[in-house]
């Protein structure tokens, strides 16, 4: 398969559509700890749902990315908002940190590549990172109930505990594991186990209100329901289902609409709905993510977690 057959392609060409949906939750929680104008990277950015974000915010942003669809639409919405984002096309094996940073995100990239190169890179990136800055990771690991189908052509290059134990000496804000249930256009919903991680280069927790839903209490959706709801679902259709969340996680950015690439501007929601193991996430009141959780997931917000009723 050739790269140009990779299932993010058809997504990259189309102006007008977020391939991998728009920016992730943990990066609107990473944000607000940031300080101004803080020194950022994306390695293997994609279309930029991540690095647009944080360049809106005012941050100085460089995006390593390989797919030159991508980075064409990336430059072009970036120029369209007169952001700050210098895009590179390149590959990761031959990407060398020539900064130091705030903040290193690699969103599904790094398991494309081998132990080989993700492990010196991040070695070297952790060295160019500034102190209290963070890096945020996450990774498709193939676990027996969900293995990595092959026409992805991952490098399945990554063990769970894998970057718990090359971070020992960093603080582990989350190191999340769970099951995805994810779509992309033209790609039918799949199946992923994903790692999400989180370090800071710091000692302590101080000024972190990390919070961690309680998985231990007893399932509130059917798993026969779980499995009915299909992505893409409107909130208001769920809930008429009888689905009531134990917990809500909301995100709320006023001001910063990331609904597609060609509109930036307006109002952005993302609301994960966690029932105890299971979790269904909603961008802008459509269902957009469906979640096994095999860990707490840890939010990094204070007070994020309120009882629904
Ligand atoms: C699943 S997508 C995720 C994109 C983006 N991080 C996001 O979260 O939206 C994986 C991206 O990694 C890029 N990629 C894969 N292998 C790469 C490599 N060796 N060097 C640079 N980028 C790579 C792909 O082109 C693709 O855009």
């Not at 790094?110 to 070695?123: A, C, G, Q």
């Not at 990331?258 to 269904?280: A, C, Q, R």
């Not at 957009?288 to 997931?297: I, Q």
Request: charged share 25%; hydrophobic share 35%; proline share 6%.
């Amino acid at each position: 398969m050739s790269n140009s057959q990779r299932f993010w392609e058809k997504g990259y060409s189309d102006a007008k559509v977020w391939t991998m949906g728009g920016p992730s939750v943990e990066v609107f929680e990473i944000e607000q700890f940031l300080p101004r104008n803080s020194t950022l990277i994306d390695i293997g950015c994609g279309e930029g749902r991540n690095a647009l974000f944080l360049a809106l915010r005012g941050h100085k942003v460089t995006a390593l990315e390989l797919s030159s669809s991508a980075v064409k639409k990336l430059r072009s919405t970036a120029d369209r908002y007169s952001l700050n984002i210098d895009v590179i096309e390149g590959r990761i094996e031959d990407f060398v940190p020539d900064e130091n940073y705030d903040l290193a995100l690699a969103h599904s990239s790094l398991h494309f590549v081998t132990k080989e190169v993700w492990i010196p890179l991040l070695r070297e990136m952790r060295q160019r990172t500034k102190p209290g800055g963070f890096h945020n990771f996450t990774s498709i690991i193939g676990i027996p109930r969900y293995p990595v189908p092959h026409e992805c052509r991952h490098a399945n290059s990554f063990d769970r505990g894998d970057l718990d134990s090359q971070y020992a000496d960093w603080q582990i804000l989350r190191s999340d594991f769970y099951a995805k249930w994810d779509s992309h256009p033209g790609i039918p919903t799949h199946v992923h186990a994903v790692e999400k991680f989180l370090s800071r280069k710091a000692n302590s927790v101080e000024g972190f209100g990390l919070t961690k839903v309680d998985l231990s209490n007893s399932d509130s959706l059917p798993l026969i329901l779980f499995d009915s709801i299909p992505l893409g679902a409107d909130a208001t259709a769920v809930k008429s289902m009888g689905v009531r969340p134990r917990h809500v996680n909301r995100i709320e950015m006023p001001g910063w609409n990331m609904t597609s690439p060609t509109e930036l501007t307006g109002n952005y929601v993302v609301e994960d709905w966690i029932f105890g193991k299971h979790g269904l996430q909603f961008t802008q009141s459509i269902l957009t993510g469906k979640y096994e959780y095999f860990t707490s997931p840890v939010s990094l917000r204070n007070s994020s977690n309120y009882p629904t009723e």
